[in-house]
């Protein structure tokens, strides 16, 4: 398998896309950005000229796109994936999508001949970047060992959650607790800042003791107490606040769809939904902070 096409190249689609080119595949690339295909052909990738273009001649296709509607749209209208992949291609989703959408386009795909994975990620930008990414993994085995050499140059721990759509049930589900996880560490730190205590210093006594976290440890929330997180570069880059709030969106479907109660995740979604409506929804999900400072400067 030597012809990669990868549809998607925002900031978690076009590291994971270097990655592939850095480890010697041939890496036919789109996306609506030109610049983010310039970008990669600089990499050492091929341009597309159209996604039907780029998956034609293609062993494995990867995609990396923002919701349901786009990966529909992408795979099953007239002239997509489904239509224009070469036979017996394998088809890997990395997005962030409903599992009942993974599993009609996998549906779709099998009718069609095609293996197919929903394999959503975590690790962010910078996980992306170094090829350390957690791929989560939803489809059949033999897929899953097809796959195995794209993503190991993409990422460190590779799991298979289950059959179709299992990947995006275990992705929301992470993703509800790291949005539980970094609204809490955020509200703690303000906490702790509002009677005087210096940040680092109160991160560094949290991420010791039992509140310790992800979010203390890789993505502080606290501007200036991480050098390397979006915090201490304005909330830029990584992922956004409304990605976050579609992924807690989906996570209160999926639990409407099993009656499962999800209290903290209903309560994290709509601090979310105020504080993407208050301008924030392009900068980092970390920027939840912002919504506990009163006075201070908005959105960039």
């Known amino acids: 398998m030597q012809h990669i096409a990868f549809i998607g190249l925002g900031n978690m689609g076009a590291p994971m896309a270097r990655n ?26 091929t341009a597309a000229a159209s996604a039907s273009s780029a998956v034609q001649n293609a062993d494995a296709v990867i995609t990396m796109l923002p919701a349901n509607q786009h990966v529909q749209q992408l795979y099953l209208d007239q002239g997509g994936i489904l239509d224009r992949a070469k036979t017996g291609a394998l088809l890997i989703d990395c997005s962030t999508i409903s599992a009942e959408v993974a599993r009609q386009v996998a549906q779709a795909a099998g009718e069609r001949g095609f293996a197919m994975l929903d394999a959503p990620v975590s690790g962010g930008t910078a996980g992306a ?8 993994v939803g489809g059949p085995e033999a897929a899953l060992q097809r796959a195995r050499p794209l993503l190991e ?43 005087g205590l210096d940040p680092k ?8 003791s039992s509140g310790r976290n992800w979010t203390l440890e890789v993505y502080n929330p606290w501007p200036g107490v991480m050098e390397t997180a979006p915090a201490s570069r ?36 709509q601090l979310y939904q105020m504080h993407a409506q208050a301008g924030y929804g392009t900068q980092d999900f970390s920027s939840i902070v912002q919504l506990l400072r009163p006075g201070q400067d908005g959105p960039a």
């Open 129 to 136: 970047a170094a090829g350390t990414l957690t791929f989560i």
């Open 201 to 208: 210093v109160l991160s560094d006594i949290m991420a010791k």
């Open 20 to 45: 592939l080119v850095a480890a010697g595949f041939h890496v036919s690339v789109f996306d609506l950005a030109p610049a983010a295909v310039t970008a990669l052909v600089d990499a050492g990738a």
């Open 234 to 269: 304005n909330y830029s880059g990584g992922f956004g606040t409304a990605l976050m709030l579609k992924d807690l969106g989906l996570a209160q479907q999926s639990a409407l769809a099993v009656n499962a109660p999800t209290p903290l995740g209903g309560l994290v979604r």
């Open 153 to 195: 140059k993409m990422g460190k721990n590779i799991f298979h959650a289950g059959e179709a759509g299992a990947g995006q049930v275990a992705k929301i589900c992470n993703n509800m607790l790291l949005g539980i996880l970094m609204a809490g560490t955020a509200e703690a730190l303000n906490l702790g800042v509002a009677h």
